[in-house]
């Protein structure tokens, strides 16, 4: 699977910005060569292979070095081939990210989209098979399941903590839900898009476990490009609406705890469930939730977790303008409407949506297996007996022959501190040069010597 996230080389200035966001040292960095004069510049790559695709250096890169990929340009370009028949998926970002969404329902359907849905539907189906996982009231203490619905998460997972595979809920993904529903309920034979507001689920359909039910990623940022580039005036199409059956709480999951909220209203049974955003603290919880699995201390039944801080609908695939609280307030208005209609029922799971889906689902159609995928870790071995005397190698190097000097720490370099750094260099993913300490005093050695020579002179 190709890694949507790229680098424009001629675009990188080595400025280190991209070092310190990323959560799991995926930045190497080498020599670049450029020019019809040849100039040496310092160039940070990504290593594909270490890359759990969170979008954090595209986010910081300030010189557009950093890049992404999708499948907008493809999917219209097939859509206009008419070869195949056409359905969209759209994530609830779409309507929260686009005022006009319904114009743009229009004009899809007007370019020969057959359906149209809304992933909500599906996301009701991913909480209904959550719920079956805590069915068993004898095995529900013991039950301890991190959600998937986010693909950085699974990413990091395979990659990173292969051993908590076990632990990833066994349920598939809102969009995924959608398609199997689509392709085998539903008999739809064509392609599948989905208009996403996610850089890394492209290389969740590409999966292998996946079964190829998803042949596009159109990313909200792309699709607003597209149409801008394009000129397309999309008050000229009719209005028009989504395609599937009304969906119950499923539009939840775009915002943070948004799993949350739904087992907490559907589960008869209070459980346990823990809800955590962002990257950063996404990667420091699972080693924490890692250490007490190993250690056979309670953890929580379900984690709700996500990589973007402020959930779906300013995801890496979005331009990160719509604020919270509008969306919020959409959300809490509909979630109120339905829970009214719902009063009547006891049981919250006694709503005619989930006595269909006891009816009609066969639940090992949407279970989701996973494949360990484990890195080679860069962590540099420190009880080797030749340890102390590559690190001293490299402090001299540098220049920094006292602990003051090499604890500096200026952050320049984007590793935090001079050992972190000399770590770096020894595991050959950094360069002698990038330390600012050295380099100025490189230049200062070439600026005394200049003088010198031009006062001999």
């Known amino acids: 699977m190709k890694n949507p996230i790229g680098t424009h080389e001629e675009k990188c200035v080595g400025c280190h910005r991209c070092i310190p966001v990323c959560p799991v040292n995926a930045n190497k960095e080498d020599i670049s060569l450029h020019g019809p004069v040849t100039i040496l510049k310092s160039l940070i790559q990504i290593d594909d292979n270490r890359c759990i695709q969170c979008g954090e250096c595209f986010k910081v890169c300030t010189h557009n070095a950093r890049y992404y990929t999708d499948d907008t340009d493809s999917f219209f370009e097939d859509l206009e081939l008419k070869k195949n028949k056409m359905a969209v998926i759209t994530a609830p970002a779409f309507l929260y990210n686009f005022e006009n969404y319904k114009h743009i329902i229009g004009w899809l359907k007007h370019l020969g989209v057959e359906i149209i849905q809304d992933v909500s539907f599906g996301a009701d189906i991913t909480t209904y ?28 997972i395979e990659k990173y903590a292969p051993h908590l595979i076990k632990n990833l809920a066994p349920c598939q993904s809102p969009v995924m839900c959608s398609a199997i529903w689509l392709r085998k309920y539903e008999k739809f034979d064509g392609k599948i898009a989905f208009i996403s507001p996610c850089i890394a689920k492209r290389t969740e359909f590409e999966n292998d476990n996946n079964s190829d039910y998803i042949n596009y990623n159109i990313t909200i940022t792309k699709l607003k490009e597209y149409i ?27 915002r943070p705890g948004g799993l949350r909220e739904q087992i907490e209203y559907y589960s008869k049974d209070e459980l346990w469930v823990k809800q955590i955003e962002g990257v950063k603290h996404t990667a420091q919880y699972i080693e924490r939730y890692s250490d007490r699995i190993k250690n056979k201390k309670p953890a929580p039944q379900l984690v709700d977790i996500l990589n973007c801080m402020n959930g779906c609908n300013q995801g890496t695939g979005t331009n990160r303008d719509v604020l919270t609280d509008d969306v919020d307030y959409i959300i809490n208005a509909r979630k ?8 009547e029922n006891q ?11 006891n009816e009609k689902l066969d ?32 402090f001299i190097s540098l220049g920094k022959h006292t602990e003051e000097q090499r604890t500096h720490n200026c952050n320049a370099c984007g590793r935090g501190c001079c050992y972190a750094f000399a770590d770096a260099v020894i595991s050959g993913v950094a360069m002698v040069s990038s ?23």
Do not use: W
């Open 129 to 156: 098979t959550y719920l079956k996982l805590y069915e068993n009231t004898a095995e529900k203490e013991q039950k301890t399941y991190i959600s998937q619905p986010c693909p950085v998460v699974v990413h990091y």
């Open 228 to 254: 801008d580039a394009n000129q397309i005036e999309l008050k000229q199409f009719p209005e028009a609406e989504f395609d599937n059956m009304q969906s119950n709480l499923g539009y939840n999951y775009s």
């Open 336 to 343: 109120k409407q339905f829970i009214k209609q719902e009063k």
């Open 347 to 357: 049981n919250p799971c006694d709503n005619s949506l989930f006595k269909m889906f």
């Open 363 to 394: 639940m090992n159609d949407f279970i989701r297996k996973y494949t360990a995928k484990p890195v080679t870790t860069r962590e540099v071995n420190k009880k080797s007996p030749n340890y102390i005397e590559k690190l001293e190698k490299i």
């Open 435 to 457: 330390c600012f300490f050295y380099s100025h005093e490189l230049l200062h050695e070439m600026l005394t010597s200049l003088r010198t020579d031009k006062r001999k002179n």
